[in-house]
């Protein structure tokens, strides 16, 4: 079993910036590639971005690449998104998850996360 849980949401306005955690327990951490995903109301959840069990690797969504950065802390079991210069389309539920993969597509008997809100307002 995977514990995942968020952290770092909250309300910035546009242009701003957040950082979100996402905290492992149960697995070796270091052998997974972790992702993030996100959902907003009345959409499907989206991949945001992924990187790999070692750190070298990610990937983003077009949407994000240039203003999100994606890290991990294998020491600490955990991921972070730097999001910088956040637009109003951002705001979404954004989920960790794991074992997760760099192309974005999801493993059905990966673990997820409660979520972390994100609101960016204009």
């Known amino acids: 079993q995977v514990q995942l849980v968020e952290s770092g949401g909250g309300l910035v306005q546009a242009g701003g910036s957040l950082r979100l955690s996402c905290a492992a327990s149960?697995?070796?951490?270091?052998?997974?590639?972790m992702g993030w995903f996100r959902q907003a109301p009345g959409k499907e959840r989206e991949f945001v971005a992924a990187?790999?069990?070692?750190?070298?690797?990610?990937n983003y969504v077009s949407s994000v690449k240039g203003r999100f950065t994606i890290s991990r802390d294998n020491a600490k079991s955990t991921i972070y998104l730097q999001m910088n210069t956040l637009k109003p389309e951002d705001t979404a539920v954004y989920y960790c998850n794991g074992p997760s993969s760099l192309n974005g597509r999801i493993y059905a008997d990966s673990y997820w996360g409660q979520g972390t809100q994100v609101t960016v307002s204009a």
């Open positions: 149960g697995r070796t951490f270091s052998d997974y590639t």
């Open positions: 990187i790999s069990s070692s750190g070298g690797r990610t």
